[in-house]
């Protein structure tokens, strides 16, 4: 039969996507971009700007290229959408595809933080006035989005950064879907709230998720539609309103609508670390707990977010005492 029939294209899957047999069909190009510009007032630094977005150095939602520009894979209530985002000479572009195109360049502003006020700050401490004044760029971006801040929040409780990173990882670029548009390689749209519910059990496991936090994020996507209604509401009310799913409470709550809303004044109280940062910063107490921290951020009530912002970025934190918290995969158990 040799040699009697033509070879057929083939799909050959790799390790990291799929690799087609030349002779296949022809990958679809994508549909032009839509296309915004906008002018901010004052200085803008997008790093410091959507750092806050990227859930560790893979994270397939999120990529800073070499060339300066920022894209975003974001699932909006229009659909999937990709977002890529560049500034030189004082403007900022935006370029968007997929169906979520509209809805993410009508937010660029507001998401590059038009809606906070820097001036609104008030240093009462030299650390945090030369990091102001070091930083001008420093905005603090509100995404409109709950549920893509909210879930990976759940997943960074109780664990180290990485593992949580990981999970992250794992769950997006297996369960969502892939980005529209020219996006980097392996850039991923998050999963829609019904397809976390479906994720078998022992997907979680094999990422590193524990039952707790799995069952968690379970219950925060049976409620999705009115956990995204809380954008509309003040950030303290939105914290109420997340804070009655159980297993979300002060510290994930605080996380998300720092990122949802821009929320300047929601401090994250219950973490391992923040606290005596804070207080080495502020008063040389490296064990300092909550209680302190609130007292030292007391001056700074109505901005505390952004006052711990700028001591993160100050760099002046004390030095380890005691090894790196253990590494843990259950996915090997």
Do not use: C
Request: proline residues 10%; aromatic residues 6%; glycine residues 12%.
């Amino acid at each position: 039969m040799a040699g009697r029939f033509a070879p057929r294209p083939t799909r050959t899957t790799v390790r990291g996507g799929h690799v087609v047999v030349p002779g296949g069909v022809p990958r679809r190009a994508p549909a032009p971009a839509l296309v915004r510009t906008w002018v901010p007032e004052g200085p803008l630094d997008l790093g410091l700007v959507l750092g806050p977005l990227r859930r560790g150095p893979g994270d397939p939602t999120f990529r800073a290229l070499p060339d300066g520009s920022v894209w975003r894979a974001s699932l909006t209530p229009a659909g999937p959408g990709t977002l890529r985002v560049t500034g030189r000479a004082g403007e900022i572009r935006g370029e968007a595809w997929g169906p979520g195109a509209d809805w993410l360049l009508d937010r660029l502003p507001e998401l590059l933080g038009s809606a906070d006020d820097p001036s609104a700050f008030v240093p009462r401490h030299k650390l945090l006035a030369l990091t102001r004044h070091r930083r001008p760029g420093l905005r603090l971006t509100r995404t409109g989005l709950v549920l893509e801040s909210l879930i990976p929040s759940i997943l960074e409780q109780k664990v180290t950064t990485g593992e949580a990173y990981r999970a992250w990882r794992l769950l997006v670029r297996k369960y969502g879907e892939p980005a529209p548009g020219p996006a980097p390689e392996r850039m991923s749209v998050m999963p829609a709230p019904r397809t976390w519910a479906l994720i078998p059990s022992w997907e979680w496991h094999r990422a590193g998720v524990d039952n707790k936090r799995a069952s968690t994020i379970l219950r925060a996507v049976r409620v999705a539609a009115r956990l995204e209604e809380a954008v509309g509401m003040p950030a303290a009310e939105a914290q109420a309103r997340l804070e009655l799913v159980s297993g979300i409470g002060p510290w994930t709550s605080a996380e998300t609508v720092q990122r949802s809303h821009g929320a300047v004044d929601a401090v994250t109280v219950g973490d391992l670390h923040l606290p005596g940062i804070v207080g080495w910063a502020l008063a040389g107490d490296r064990y300092a707990d909550d209680a302190v921290m609130l007292s030292l951020l007391e001056p700074y009530a109505g901005q505390r977010h952004r006052a711990a912002r700028l001591i993160l970025l100050s760099g002046r934190v004390p030095g380890r005492r005691a090894p790196r918290m253990p590494y843990g995969d259950i996915g090997r158990l």
